[in-house]
Structure formats: structure tokens, C-alpha cells
């Protein structure tokens, strides 16, 4: 009996080391077939905005409702009902009166015409941020006052009318920023004087009224630029007068107030463009004369003054359009007249100044929307009269000038099919792998709890022992 106490004692110490996420998941969806080709979706009706996430899209309409389809395994689509199984192949109506919305990896998040933070789906980490980890259905009210909101893969910063900057969600290497690693379930303040903020994977940076930047979070790879790679779990100062900032997965980009393009971290295949491959830990100067800047997972996109777009770092999809498949480690100019450009993992998609839509990179779904699946190394041209752009992880959404709304790629929509949705077949299996990693979870959840009370129960032993000693001693 003791041995078999001492062993499930082992097994909770030794889950609490893993991630939670790691064993909450059930196993993944099957993969939705693509779309090669735009796809126009609810003919007729007018579109302001667009959020293309992972496996789910969102768009909002003229009239301020918002509207999502694709996969909805935890929630996110927020219509009050989940399937594991269950994918969305024509939008469906979520919310009124929104107007920005933001999708992380299974949650979404929008913001209403009042101000108010509304928040759906994936809650395990408190990434919702309703003060629980259960995942919810349906829209939640969260914060009010809001007007932009930014979500990492597990974990939300938002900044309020009045400058403040407000986290929560996942908090592993200090990303919330409140000095502390331990998930929070509700919105906490962080700082004050924000005006924008950037969640890369495991950091964050932000940018206060008077241009100084702040960062926290992972470091391992020195994303924050503060010279060090020691996790920080509270802000640090990092750069001043910056006017934008990108994160990716593990590098940073700046713009400053002068147009000089900054950059630290993650350095493995060029993506800084400093001609070199080693990681930086503090900001170094890249350009000039930039007017904006992306990050997609490894590879960097910039436009300057002159509307030329230029591109370096990971190449192996050709997603930075110079016609090869060769990492660049400086920058390399790609084409003209460039107004906007937005990069999703490994695809890049720009709009120059005619309206043309222009992408290239990898096209395994059809994310491209060139009629293939075969990746492209320079630019093709997509469609014409664009006005907005977003790529996501395998998809990509398009607004046309005359607000039409157009899809293509791997979210599920246009699939063939008659009503909202289409349902297949999972293994019987499923339900059964699903309530093992709930049980795992769980005991990883009691884990973490006695390592955090290991150290108050070992005090209380020794003062209990000491106490007994001078007992016995005064007894004598």
C-alpha cells in the first residue's frame, strides 16, 4: 500500500513539471480540406474588419455584428455550443456592435462600440478572464472601457480609455508582468500611460505615452533587449521614442520616431537582418526610412517611406518573395509601391497602392489563393481593388473596396456542403483519450499546488520538531 501511495506521489510530482496545456488537449480535429482560389462569402453585404485566427476566422460587418465560422472545438466561435467534430462552413452571426475583434489559439476576444471587453472559448489557463478556468460557450463581459486588445497564444493584454494596461491568462516566464509566474484568472493592472502593446509567444512589450518601451516575459533567446537573457516578470525599459512595435515568435521589431527600424532576439535564420546569425539582447539599427513593419514566425517584413517593401530572415517556403529558397540575413528588396503588407507563419501577402493583392510563400492549404497548392517564391497577384488584408496561420481573408468579403485556404469555409455546418466522424476513442488527459491534468493541477505548499509544510515540520526539543528540554 505505501508503494503504491509513494508511486501516484512520483507520478503528481513529475506531472506538475509539464505544462498544463500539454495535457489538457484532446487530440486534434481532422484537417479541413482548402479553398485554392478566393471565395466570396455572403454576396450582397458590406465588411469593415477582419481577424483570420487559427482554424477560425472573423469578420465584422457594416452594421457592427460580428460574424465567425470554422472550427469551433473549444468555443471560439462563441454561439453557445461546441463540437469537437463540429466545423462552420458559412459564417455565423456572434455578437452586435463590435468593432475590433482578436483571436488567439482556441479563445477570441472583442471589443464593443461602448468599450466593453467581451471574451469566449479556451479558459484552462484563465485566458478568458471571468475568474475561471472553465470554457465558455458564449460571449463573457471581462473589462470595460477598452479600446484595443492583443492575445498571445494562451494569455490577453488590454489597454483601457484612461492608459491603463491590463493581463491575464497564462503567466509561465512572468509574461502578465506582475512580478509573480503563476496563472491569473482575472484582469490585473501592469502599467500605466499605455498606448500599445505586442504579445509575441511567451513575451510581451509595450509602448507608453511619453515613446519608452517596456518588455517581459521569456528571455531565453533575448527577445526583451535588455542585454541579459533572464526572464523578466516585470516591465523593463528597454528603448525610447518608439512609435511601433512587432513580436515574434522569439524576435522583436521597433520602429522609431526618426523611421530607424530596431531589432533584438531570436536570430537563427537572419530574421533581425543584421547580416549576421547570432542572437542580439539588446536593440540594433536595421534601417531607415521605415514606415511599417511585420513579424511573422521566423521571417521579417518592412516598408519604407519610399512604399518599397523589403524582407529577410527564414526562407525555406519562399515566404519572402525574392524568387529563391534562401535564408536572408540582410535586407532584401522584393518590390514597389507597397501600402500594406501582412504575414502569417510562412506566407506573405501585400496590397500595393493600385488595390493589387500580391502573395507568396508557402501554399500547402491554397492560403495563397492562387488556384494551387505549390508554394511561390515571388510575388503573384491575387486580386485587385483590396482595401484590407489578413493572413492567418493557413488562411487568408481579403476586403475588396466595395466592402465585399473574400476567403480562401483551410478554415472550413466555402466546403461543400448544405446548411451551417458539417460534421465527420471521430474515433470512438476520442471521449475516452479526452477524460485520461482530464484526469492527468488534474493530478498535474495538484502537483504544482504541493510544490507551492512544500516549502510552508516543511517550515511547520522543523518548528514543529523544535518545539518538541525544547519540551523534552525543559522538562528535564
Not at 470554422?70 to 452571426?93: D, K, M
Not at 523593463?236 to 523611421?259: K, P
Request: aromatic letters at 8%.
Amino acid at each position: 500500500m505505501k508503494k503504491r501511495l509513494l508511486s501516484l506521489l512520483c507520478l503528481i510530482l513529475l506531472l506538475s513539471t509539464v505544462p498544463a496545456y500539454a495535457l489538457w488537449s484532446p487530440p486534434p480535429p481532422p484537417t479541413p480540406p482548402s479553398t485554392q482560389t478566393p471565395t466570396q462569402l455572403l454576396p450582397g453585404e458590406t465588411w469593415i474588419g477582419i481577424e483570420a485566427g487559427s482554424g477560425s476566422s472573423f469578420a465584422i460587418h457594416s452594421d457592427g455584428s460580428l460574424w465567425g465560422w470554422g472550427a469551433n472545438f473549444s468555443g471560439q466561435l462563441g454561439i453557445g455550443e461546441t463540437g469537437w467534430n463540429e466545423y462552420f462552413i458559412q459564417p455565423v452571426r456572434i455578437l452586435e456592435d463590435v468593432v475590433t475583434v482578436s483571436a488567439g489559439l482556441g479563445y477570441t476576444r472583442a471589443i464593443t462600440a461602448d468599450g466593453t471587453l467581451w471574451a469566449w472559448g479556451l479558459n484552462h489557463q484563465g485566458q478568458v478572464g471571468d475568474r475561471t478556468r472553465e470554457t465558455r460557450h458564449s460571449p463573457v463581459r471581462i473589462l470595460e472601457d477598452v479600446h484595443y486588445v492583443s492575445s498571445g497564444s494562451s494569455h490577453t493584454m488590454a489597454i483601457t480609455a484612461d492608459g491603463d494596461l491590463w493581463a491575464w491568462g497564462h503567466n509561465s516566464f512572468g509574461r502578465l508582468g506582475n512580478g509573480r509566474t503563476l496563472d491569473r484568472l482575472s484582469p490585473l493592472h501592469v502599467l500605466d500611460d499605455v498606448v500599445a502593446v505586442s504579445t509575441g509567444s511567451f513575451h510581451t512589450v509595450a509602448i507608453r505615452t511619453d515613446g519608452s518601451l517596456w518588455a517581459w516575459g521569456r528571455n531565453n533567446l533575448g527577445q526583451l533587449g535588455d542585454g541579459t537573457k533572464e526572464d523578466r516578470h516585470s516591465p523593463v525599459r528597454i528603448l525610447e521614442d518608439v512609435l511601433y512595435v512587432s513580436s515574434g515568435t522569439s524576435h522583436t521589431m521597433a520602429i522609431i520616431v526618426d523611421g530607424g527600424l530596431w531589432a533584438w532576439g531570436d536570430n537563427s535564420f537572419g530574421q533581425l537582418g543584421n547580416d549576421g546569425a547570432l542572437d542580439h539582447l539588446s536593440p540594433l539599427h536595421i534601417l531607415d526610412d521605415v514606415v511599417a513593419v511585420s513579424t511573422g514566425s521566423f521571417h521579417t517584413m518592412a516598408i519604407r517611406t519610399d512604399g518599397s517593401l523589403w524582407a529577410w530572415g527564414r526562407n525555406n517556403l519562399g515566404q519572402l518573395g525574392d524568387g529563391t529558397r534562401e535564408d536572408r540575413h540582410s535586407p532584401t528588396w522584393i518590390r514597389n509601391d507597397v501600402t500594406a503588407v501582412s504575414t502569417g507563419p510562412s506566407h506573405t501577402m501585400a496590397i500595393t497602392d493600385d488595390g493589387g493583392l500580391w502573395a507568396w510563400g508557402r501554399n500547402d492549404q491554397g492560403q495563397l489563393g492562387d488556384g494551387t497548392t505549390s508554394d511561390q517564391h515571388r510575388p503573384i497577384q491575387i486580386l485587385e481593388n483590396v482595401a484590407a488584408v489578413s493572413a492567418g496561420d493557413r488562411s487568408t481573408l481579403a476586403i475588396k473596396t466595395d466592402g465585399s468579403l473574400w476567403f480562401w485556404g483551410s478554415d472550413w469555409a466555402g466546403y461543400p456542403g448544405e446548411g451551417l455546418s458539417v460534421t465527420f466522424e471521430t474515433s470512438s476513442n476520442t471521449a475516452g483519450l479526452t477524460a485520461i488527459f482530464a484526469f492527468l491534468a488534474g493530478l498535474a493541477a495538484i502537483g504544482r499546488l504541493m510544490s507551492i505548499l512544500w516549502p510552508v509544510a516543511v517550515l511547520l515540520l522543523v518548528i514543529l520538531v523544535v518545539r518538541k526539543h525544547l519540551r523534552r528540554r525543559n522538562s528535564s
